[in-house]
Nanobody, 110 residues
Framework: VQLQASGGGLVQAGESLRLSCQAS????????VDWYRQAPGKQREWVAG???????YYNASVKDRFTISRDNAKRTASLQMNNLKPEDTAVYYC?????WGQGTLVTVSS
């Protein structure tokens, strides 16, 4: 499986971004997709995960602001990030099975 994340950028606090993760290979629909992030000088942390529309999970720090979704037909997973805060600044990675995307940088200015 190969993953490619995109959609990062520079925004101001309170604005929104939508990250996308494009997967190649088989078995996309039957496996969970997770988003992680790593802020400068910090360890990588789990942000959100999805297996199905009924199985979505969020880190408490992003719950009610971020929404994870997936489109199995397109083999994509998305992370809609609303009301962004400076502490959301990080490189965001998508993960599935044992594969990681290359990361996309999100910078939130105050």
């Amino acid at each position: 499986v190969q993953l490619q994340a995109s959609g990062g950028g520079l925004v101001q606090a309170g604005e929104s971004l939508r990250l996308s993760c494009q997967a190649s290979g088989n078995f996309f629909s039957s496996n969970a997709v997770d988003w992680y992030r790593q802020a400068p000088g910090k360890q990588r942390e789990w942000v959100a995960g999805i297996l199905s529309e009924d199985q979505k999970y969020y880190n408490a720090s992003v719950k009610d602001r971020f929404t994870i979704s997936r489109d199995n037909a397109k083999r994509t997973a998305s992370l809609q990030m609303n009301n962004l805060k400076p502490e959301d600044t990080a490189v965001y990675y998508c993960h599935m099975l044992n594969s990681w995307g290359q990361g996309t940088l999100v910078t939130v200015s105050s």
